[in-house]
């Protein structure tokens, strides 16, 4: 049986989903250090060029060969522009399930770019690599990626409670977790039946709580 994912590009009808490239590494750096990524994923901070060119050159290759993962850079078809990451982990090769992860950069928020994404992600891992089951977990309060995984099909399974560390600006300007709730969603092949291929102009961050 076959472990591990292939090298790939997805391509839709604005956007390019490709391994990260060491070009990459600047202007994901900036997207890291947004605020709104700061609230609702584990991503540490501040976020380097150097932690970046680490997740390019070897965590995302690493992830992707031995069969646990693979990370997407998502670009603008047009200009090239990276505009956000969808991340694929956990894989488990006998339940044929994943967990997907997305984050959006502030400068290309508004235009749909998540939903079209994860949508394109979701239909390239069920039809080319027979996987059975998308797992997404979005903070409570996370309203913006809540609504990008009703628009690709999600059905909400439930709440973890307490299981979710947000953060918090402090009144000296640091970061504090803040402890919440996950909310539980799940995308199986049959709920793509009938997804618009126009989405809302809904962004959002899921947790990438594994992060390295």
């Known amino acids: 049986m076959t472990t591990t994912f292939p090298d790939i590009s997805i391509s839709t009808e604005r956007l390019v989903l490709r391994a990260l490239d060491e070009p990459d590494a600047p202007a994901l750096a900036e997207m890291m250090n947004d605020e709104q990524v700061a609230a609702w994923t584990a991503v540490p901070q501040p ?41 694929l982990s956990k894989a488990d090769w006998r339940v ?19 939903s079209e994404a994860a949508l394109a ?19 409570a309060d996370n309203t913006a990626s809540q609504q990008v995984a009703q628009k690709i099909g999600c059905i909400s399974e ?4 307490g299981a979710c560390i947000a953060r918090t600006r402090t009144e000296t ?28 102009d809904s962004d959002g961050f899921t947790s990438f709580a594994d992060w390295n």
Do not use: C, N
């Not at 060969?65 to 850079?73: E, H, K, P, Q, S």
């Not at 997907?100 to 400068?107: F, K, Q, V």
């Not at 439930?158 to 409670?161: A, E, K, S, T, W």
């Not at 996950?182 to 039946?193: G, K, N, Y």
């Open 47 to 87: 976020y380097g060029e150097d932690q970046a060119h680490a997740w390019i050159t070897e965590q995302a290759p690493a992830r992707r060969t031995a069969g646990r993962g693979i990370d997407f850079a998502v670009t603008e078809f047009l200009t090239q522009r990276l505009v956000g990451v969808v991340r």
């Open 173 to 200: 300007g640091g970061w504090a977790d803040l402890r919440t709730d996950f909310i539980v969603w799940s995308l199986l092949p049959e709920d793509l039946e009938g997804v618009a291929e126009q989405h809302a």
């Open 96 to 114: 044929r399930s994943m967990e997907m992860s997305y984050i959006i950069a502030p400068w290309a928020r508004g235009e749909g770019y998540a």
């Open 121 to 139: 992600t979701a239909q390239w891992l069920f039809r080319d690599q027979k996987f059975e089951r998308i797992e997404l977990r979005t903070a």
């Open 158 to 161: 439930g709440v973890l409670r």
